[in-house]
C-alpha cells in the first residue's frame, strides 16, 4: 500500500470513529486495531493538517497598517444580550449566549 492510500485509509478510520460515538478504545476493540497504533495517526495526521494549514496563512498577502479600516459604533441601541460563536475546526463549534 502507497504512503497517500495509507493516510487516506487512517483519515477514514479516523473520521468514522469521530462520527460512531464510541471512544477510540471502543473502536479500535471492534475494528481490531491497536489502540498505540491508531493515537499515532491520529496526532501524525492533525500534525501534517495543522502544518498545511500555517503553509496555507504564510503564502498569504502580508497585511500592512493601511489595510485597517476604522470602525465605529453603530447608532442604534444594540440588543440585549450577546452571542459568541468560534468555529474551533473538524466539525466543532463553541456557542455562548446572554441575554
Known amino acids: 500500500m502507497n ?5 487516506n485509509e487512517w ?4 473520521e468514522e470513529q469521530a462520527a460512531s460515538g464510541l ?3 471502543a473502536f479500535c476493540e471492534q475494528a481490531g486495531i ?3 497504533t491508531f493515537g499515532y495517526w491520529k496526532r ?4 501534517e493538517g495543522d502544518k498545511a494549514g500555517l503553509d496555507e496563512v504564510a503564502s498569504t498577502r502580508r497585511v500592512s497598517l493601511d489595510d ?3 470602525l465605529s459604533p453603530p447608532v442604534t441601541e444594540p440588543a440585549p444580550g450577546w452571542h459568541i460563536e ?3 475546526g473538524n466539525g466543532l463549534c463553541l456557542r455562548l449566549h446572554q441575554g
Do not use: C, G, P
Open 11 to 14: 483519515q477514514r478510520l479516523i
Open 68 to 70: 485597517w479600516i476604522e
Open 23 to 25: 471512544t477510540q478504545k
Open 34 to 36: 491497536a489502540v498505540a
Open 86 to 88: 468560534l468555529d474551533l
Open 44 to 47: 501524525k495526521l492533525r500534525a
Open 3 to 7: 504512503k497517500q492510500r495509507r493516510k
